[in-house]
C-alpha cells in the first residue's frame, strides 16, 4: 500500500487553480521533496493531503484511506508553516504535553535529543528564537512516532547551522521505515535530503525523479568560457542557446544543443575562446528551466 496517492487532483480558489491534476503516489519508507518556486500549490497539496482542505476534483489518499481517518489514526504528523506554541509553558512542559495526547508517543528525552532540545528544555516557549522554535515545531510534530510526516518548508527561519542540523533530525526520524514528504523551494535541500524530487510548477508535475535524474532529464548543457575582458553582443542568437550570462569575465550559455553552440561560437564570432568547458546543467538550471513561465 502507498503512503500516499493523489489521483487527477485539481483543486481551486475562486479563479485561481492552485492545483491542477496532479497524480502523485510516495511508496511507504521514502522521503519525498515537493520543489517547486512560491506559488506553485506545495502547500494546497499537503493541505489536502492532511484533510485541511478539500479538493475540487480527484482523490486523495492516505495508507489506504482518508487522509481524515490516517490523522485520526494519529498515523500522520505535520509541521506547517505557522502555528504558534503556547508561550508559557517551557519547551519540555509542550513537548511532554503534546507527546501524552497519543496513545504510543515517542519518550520525551529522546525527543528532545532528536529535536536539539535538551539545552532549551526549560526555556519558556514564548522566549525562542524562530528557529528555536521550528525545531519545536518538528518535536511535536514526530511526538506521536507518526507514520508519515509532512513538513511544509520547515526551515524556512532557520539559519545555516540550524538547517544542517534540523536535516540530520529528520534523517535521523525517516530512517527505519518512516515516510516524510516536505515541500522547500531551496533546491540544495531537496537534493541532499530526499531520494526523490517531485518538481512542480502552476499546479502541476514538471519533473519526478532523483535529483540526478532531474539535472540529466532537464536536457540542457551549459558552455562556459573565459572572455578576457572581451566583449559580448549577440551570444543569445546562437544555435541551441536559451540563456546567456556574464559574470566574473566568464560566459555561460545555457544551451539544447552544445555541439552546434561551441561550433558556431569558433564559426560565427571573432571571440578569441579560452578555457571553454561544456557541462551538465545543476539542479538550479534544471529546475529554472523547468519553472519557467511559458
Ligand atoms: N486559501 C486560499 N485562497 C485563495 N487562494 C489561495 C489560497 N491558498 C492558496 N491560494 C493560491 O493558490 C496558489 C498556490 O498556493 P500554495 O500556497 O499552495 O503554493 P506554494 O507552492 O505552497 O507556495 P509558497 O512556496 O509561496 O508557500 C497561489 O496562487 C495562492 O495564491
Known sequence: MDAIALTDVSKSYGDTLAVDGLDLTVEV???????????AGKS???????????PTRGRVEVFG????????????????????????LTVRELVDFVRRLYPEPLGLDELLRMADLTDLARRPAGKLSGGQAQRVRFALAVAGAPRLLMLDEPTAAMDVESRLRFWKSMREYAAGGRTVLFATHYLEEADENSDRVV?????????????AQIKAGSGDRVVRFVLGGQAVAGLDA???VSAVEVADDVATLRTADPDATVAALYRGTSLEIRDLRIAGADLEDAFLALTREP
Open 29 to 39: 519508507g521514502r522521503t519525498v521533496a515537493l520543489l517547486g518556486p512560491n506559488g
Open 44 to 54: 494546497t497539496s499537503i493541505n489536502m493531503l492532511l484533510g485541511l482542505t478539500r
Open 238 to 240: 546562437l544555435p541551441g
Open 65 to 88: 484511506g482518508s487522509p481524515g481517518e490516517a490523522v485520526a489514526r494519529g498515523d500522520v504528523g505535520a509541521m506547517l508553516q505557522t502555528g504558534d506554541l503556547i508561550p508559557e
Open 199 to 211: 518538481v512542480i510548477a502552476r499546479g502541476r508535475i514538471v519533473a519526478d525523479g532523483t535529483a
